[in-house]
């Protein structure tokens, strides 16, 4: 259903992702806003990488209330505080996508509302347009 476009003309993506996911007409798209690491009951897990499992913890529960899994991800924004916090985040992230990956981009910024928050990550999903709940 998707193509995956890494074009050998250009530099290879520095690390597991695409550098562009093609989705084809009639596809249903969901658009999840930026999810933290913070659990239903409030708590924050300290430390990245517990951050990011939660993270995608939450899109995996909104992809599947659509009928959706982590696997119809096409893209992900992610931001962290810091380059300490890129390899936890790139390595659950990684352990989660198989290739081809969806495209990505991560960013380091200044924080977020709230200080104990070092992760939030985006993402957009596409499925076939009959595959609904």
Do not use: W
């Not at 890494?6 to 290879?12: K, S, V, Y």
């Amino acid at each position: 259903m998707l193509i995956h476009r890494t074009p050998d003309t250009i530099r290879a993506p520095f690390a597991k992702y695409s550098h562009a996911v093609e989705v084809p007409p009639g596809t249903r798209l969901l658009f999840c806003s930026g999810q933290l690491g913070i659990a239903p009951d409030d708590e924050v897990p300290a430390g990245t990488e517990p951050q990011t499992r939660l993270c995608f913890s939450n899109i995996d529960a909104i992809l599947r209330d659509a009928g959706m899994s982590l696997e119809n991800i096409v893209r992900i924004n992610a931001f962290v505080t810091g380059r300490e916090h890129l390899a936890p985040y790139m390595k659950v992230r990684d352990e989660l996508f198989g290739d081809p990956a969806p495209a990505s981009t991560l960013m380091i910024v200044s924080g977020f509302a709230r200080p104990e928050f070092t992760v939030e990550i985006e993402a957009i999903a596409a499925a076939r347009a009959g595959d609904t709940p």
